[in-house]
């Protein structure tokens, strides 16, 4: 028997390296990933929070077939979730006592390695190390060098000669993108396309330590995201979406299906394979670009749970849509927004409507939501209704 236990958080560490993130930003985002899981987690599953939800969100998630009452949280303190966890020792042993626990992290650390082997459980992920690895975007170039894979013109620069570089790759391709070795949701992203972008850059740069690759930027026709779940025998294909990202290149969710060629796929198929070889383990996501001249590169992986993982846990059959942060009125509880939203909520009967999620960003007036259609001019029809809510 198996017992699933859910623990997403993310350490301040993490969001640091992104350069330029604020302070703000960044405790937001450490309150709202935690009850993500519960959108990946089954009726008799456990899952980890820091706080307990809001009541009638958790029984409508219940109702509609999503989540789990099971809901541990730590009496300990500490800067991550994860570090509470291991400063809980009645927690500890509550967890040791389940049978055969798998640990499902946000992404593999050090900490979640240290509660499996405390509790007796197995991660699904590979090791801290060979996780955060995989996670650069460093790590990335070589290894499709490595695989014989192609990719973009690119130097790699730091925060001293990252300047010089640029330039030199400015004059020669006119348009260009600067990658931080560490992104999340989009962060650490630059796309360089004039005088003011390059500005903004230097300016958003000044006291990072990271280091950078620089490459010439493409006229896009897709950007695809490819999942696959990877344990120790099998590599399950969890699907294709298309990225959706604004000009900046800003990540503002998934749409599904991706109308992207079938050979990224195929190139999807071989990295990871080939991570699998090396001994990578847990959610993998690769994400593309298919260039205007018919070019395809992999441009990210992602070793670690992705922002579609939820839309395609949630929905298998039909259309649907991702959006992230989606504004509203100040200051909501759940029984608000399921007011607003009213008829268009979704409905676990029909299959069809919008899915609220990460409603710790209500009280900055934000939230997410999975939106889920019949067709791609239903879930457009739902889109547009939110957007002409207060």
Request: net charge negative.
């Amino acid at each position: 028997m198996t017992t699933n236990v859910f623990i997403h958080t993310l350490e301040n560490s993490m969001l640091k390296v992104t350069a330029g993130n604020s302070v703000a930003l960044s405790q937001s985002v450490l309150n709202e990933y935690p009850e993500r899981a519960f959108l990946l987690a089954k009726s008799n599953d456990f899952i980890i929070l820091d706080h307990f939800p809001d009541q009638n969100y958790l029984d409508y998630l219940i109702e509609i077939g999503v989540g789990t009452r099971n809901i541990l949280i730590p009496s300990a303190q500490g800067d991550s979730l994860s570090e509470r966890v291991l400063k809980d020792k009645e927690l500890l042993n509550f967890l040791q006592s389940l049978n055969g626990v798998v640990l499902h992290p946000y992404m593999s650390t050090q900490a979640e390695s240290q509660i499996a082997q405390l509790i007796n459980a197995t991660v699904n992920g590979s090791s801290p190390d060979f996780t955060k690895e995989v996670n650069n975007k460093l790590f990335l170039v070589k290894f499709i060098e490595k695989i014989g894979g192609v990719l973009p013109e690119y130097e790699i620069a730091n925060a001293q000669n990252v300047v010089e570089i640029a330039k030199k790759f400015q004059k020669k391709y006119g348009k260009i993108i600067i990658i931080g070795e560490h992104t999340y949701a989009g962060l650490a992203v630059w796309p360089i396309k004039n005088k003011k972008a390059f500005e903004n850059f230097q300016a958003k740069i000044q006291d990072c330590e990271t280091q950078f690759l620089i490459e010439k930027l493409y006229d896009v026709l897709y950007s695809p995201n490819v999942q696959y779940q990877i344990n120790d025998k099998t590599i399950k294909f969890l699907g294709m979406t298309e990225q959706i990202l604004d000009k900046n290149l800003e990540h503002h969710g998934n749409s599904y299906p991706s109308l992207a060629s079938s050979r990224i796929k195929e190139n999807a198929n071989h990295i990871a394979n080939e991570l699998k070889l090396q001994g990578y383990r847990g959610l993998l996501g690769i994400d593309f670009i298919e260039t205007t001249e018919g070019k395809i590169f992999a441009v990210d992986i992602n070793g670690r749970v992705n922002a579609s993982t939820f839309g395609l846990n949630i929905n298998r059959k039909k259309p649907f849509i991702t959006l992230t942060h989606i504004k509203i009125v100040k200051k909501l509880n759940f029984i608000d927004l399921k007011e607003i939203l009213g008829v268009n909520i979704f409905d676990s009967q029909t299959g069809t409507g919008i899915l609220p999620y990460n409603l710790g960003f209500l009280e900055l007036g934000h939230f997410s939501a999975i939106i889920i259609g019949n067709s791609e001019e239903e879930c457009k029809e739902y889109l547009d209704c939110l957007k002409n809510k207060p």
